[in-house]
């Protein structure tokens, strides 16, 4: 019977000696990295910390006089840049499968998690200003809340 040494020559590895890994580099960063892919994937156990309005919530914005909306969708804000009244209510309509935040840069407002497909609203800060803002689910999502 002839053996293979196709097999052995491949992976270079002795019966008597234990096996060792080839990069141990490599495993550090599988496990640096998974974690981290697997919880920007998903939902958060609970809101962030500074909420300023909760989820579902549509009749706040009915009682006001005048009201301007920020739409997710596709991963995306829009309209941005969005021109509002100092304290002026603006919702937000998450029209996206997965949960997301409109939180200020500076934290001068922060809706909390949104759920996918519902709204929530909030008060845009009194003073004059331009605001940066994005989720802090998804950091690629930019927007600009102008208040003047």
Request: proline share 8%.
């Given at each position: ?7 052995r ?33 998903s939902?958060?156990?609970a ?35 969005l ?43 009194s ?22």
């Amino acid at each position: 019977m002839k053996k293979c040494t196709k097999f052995r020559l491949f992976f270079k590895f002795n019966k008597n000696q234990p096996r060792k890994t080839q990069n141990p580099f490599a495993v550090w960063v599988f496990l640096a990295i998974v974690p981290f892919s697997l919880v920007s994937c998903s939902s958060p156990a609970a809101p962030p910390s500074q909420p300023t309005t909760s989820g579902h919530n549509t009749n706040q914005a009915s009682n006001q006089t005048s009201s301007s909306t920020i739409t997710i969708q596709n991963y995306a804000f829009s309209p941005s840049p969005l021109t509002v009244s100092p304290g002026e209510t603006v919702n937000v309509q998450n029209h996206d499968q997965m949960a997301h935040t409109v939180t200020a840069k500076d934290q001068t407002f922060d809706t909390g998690a949104i759920p996918a497909g519902s709204s929530t609203s909030f008060k845009a800060p009194s003073k004059a200003g331009t605001y940066a803002y994005s989720c802090t689910f998804h950091t690629f999502m930019h927007g600009v809340l102008i208040v003047k």
